[in-house]
């Protein structure tokens, strides 16, 4: 009995697929313009100079490759990135073999 109401209603109300107008309104509130705080990467240096200090041998294959992702393939190498929160996050995670220097340029 359930099936035969369904069928019923569906053969009663047509489906139609038509996008809904929306109306607009001349009064609408005039959009707030601000002006951006400066933000922290303002602050930072533009550059950091990263010196891998230790072998990364014997340690994770995921710390190996994100030496080899910064870029070095010898010890005591310097390798000059930009300040970003991706090359600060790989830094974050080898930190323990590598030394940074801020450097302004």
């Known amino acids: 009995?359930?099936?035969?109401?369904?069928?019923?209603?569906?053969?009663?109300?047509?489906?139609?697929?038509?996008?809904?107008?929306?109306?607009?309104?001349?009064?609408?509130a005039p959009k707030k313009t601000t002006k951006k705080k400066a933000t922290q990467s303002a602050v930072l240096p533009k550059k950091l100079r990263v010196t891998l200090v230790k072998s990364p041998i014997g340690n994770p294959t995921r710390q190996k490759l994100t030496v080899k992702a910064l870029g070095f393939?010898?010890?005591?190498?310097?390798?000059?990135?930009?300040?970003?929160?991706?090359?600060?996050?790989?830094?974050?995670?080898?930190?323990?073999?590598?030394?940074?220097?801020?450097?302004?340029?």
């Open 1 to 28: 009995m359930a099936r035969k109401k369904t069928e019923e209603v569906a053969a009663q109300e047509p489906v139609t697929h038509e996008p809904i107008a929306q109306e607009t309104t001349e009064q609408a």
């Open 73 to 105: 393939n010898h010890v005591n190498e310097q390798i000059v990135h930009p300040d970003n929160a991706s090359v600060r996050g790989m830094i974050f995670k080898v930190s323990h073999l590598v030394r940074v220097e801020e450097v302004e340029e």
